[in-house]
C-alpha cells in the first residue's frame, strides 16, 4: 500500500493519498480545494491514476475540490451515505468495507462533531477526520454535532481499537502528524486519561469558539461536492484559493 500525508497549511487540513501498489489507483480522503493541482502533481508523480475522492463528513472550514478532481482527473466521489447528497456516487456506511483493487476502507460511523461523520480503518491505522485529533478533538456546536454522542463515538468505536493502531487526523495545528490510540487514550485532555462523559461534556461546553466564519458557505459548497458560491465575499474568496485560518478548536 501508499500512503502519502499531504497538508495545506493555511487551513492545517491534512489530505490522505491511499493507493494500491500493484494496480497503481489511488484515493484521496478529504482533499481540498485549493490543492487540488499539487494533488494530481503528486499522484503523477507516483505513477498512479486517480479512482475516488472520499469525504469524512461535510467540512465547516474548507470546501472539497471532490468535484474539481472528477473534472479533471475523471475520479469519482464517495462519502457517507447517510449525507444523502446527490453528488455521491459512491455512497458508504458503517461497516461495509469499501475496496480499490487491494486497498481496504472500514467506514466507523462516528458522529458528535457531525451527525454522519465517518472514520476509516485502513490497514494499522485509522483515519479520524474531525472526531478524533491529536490531543484534542472536532468542535460539536454546529452540523449537528453533540459533545456527549462524540464521547460516545470516540470511546466506544475509535478507543476499541487496538492500542497500537496508528490515528491519522483531518486537521492539527500545532506541527503534528500522527498519535496512536493508546497515545490518545491516555493523554488526550479532552478524552483520555479516563475522563467521564459528563467531564467531556462540560469541557466542550465551556469551550466558548467563536462562530466558523467560511461555515455559511463551505457546508452549502461540500453539499454540492465542492462548489464555490458565487456570492462569496471578498474578504472570503481566499478560501477558493488560498485559504485563510479557520481551527475546528
Not at 494533488?39 to 475540490?65: K, M, N, P, Q, R
Not at 466542550?204 to 464555490?228: H, R, S, T, W
Amino acid at each position: 500500500m501508499i500512503f502519502r500525508q499531504l497538508f495545506e497549511g493555511i487551513s492545517s487540513t491534512y489530505t490522505y493519498l491511499i493507493a494500491s501498489e500493484e494496480t497503481g489507483r489511488a484515493l484521496l480522503v478529504d482533499p481540498v480545494l485549493p490543492t487540488w493541482q499539487r494533488d494530481l502533481e503528486v499522484i503523477s508523480e507516483l505513477g498512479l491514476s486517480l479512482a475516488y475522492t472520499v469525504e469524512t463528513h461535510i467540512h465547516a472550514d474548507h470546501i472539497t475540490s471532490a468535484k474539481m478532481l472528477k473534472q479533471e482527473a475523471g475520479s469519482r466521489i464517495a462519502g457517507p451515505a447517510l449525507d444523502g447528497l446527490s453528488c455521491t456516487e459512491a455512497p458508504l456506511a458503517d461497516g461495509i468495507p469499501f475496496t480499490v483493487d487491494d486497498i481496504g476502507l472500514e467506514p466507523i460511523h462516528t458522529p458528535g462533531h457531525t451527525d454522519n461523520h465517518l472514520a476509516y480503518r485502513v490497514a494499522d491505522r485509522v483515519l479520524t477526520g474531525d472526531a478524533l485529533m491529536i490531543d484534542g478533538c472536532g468542535r460539536t456546536d454546529f452540523q449537528n454535532g453533540d459533545a456527549g454522542t462524540l464521547y460516545d463515538s470516540v470511546t466506544g468505536r475509535l478507543f476499541a481499537l487496538s492500542d497500537d493502531t496508528l490515528v491519522f487526523p483531518a486537521h492539527d495545528y500545532n506541527g503534528r502528524h500522527v498519535s496512536s490510540i493508546a497515545q490518545e487514550k491516555e493523554r488526550n485532555p479532552r478524552l483520555g486519561s479516563g475522563k467521564t462523559r459528563s467531564e467531556f461534556i462540560e469541557i466542550m461546553n465551556d469551550l466558548n469558539l467563536p462562530y466558523p466564519k467560511f461555515i455559511d458557505y463551505a457546508v452549502p459548497g461540500n453539499q454540492d461536492c465542492g462548489e464555490c458560491p458565487e456570492d462569496i465575499p471578498a474578504h472570503l474568496e481566499q478560501y477558493c484559493g488560498q485559504m485563510g485560518e479557520s481551527p475546528q478548536g
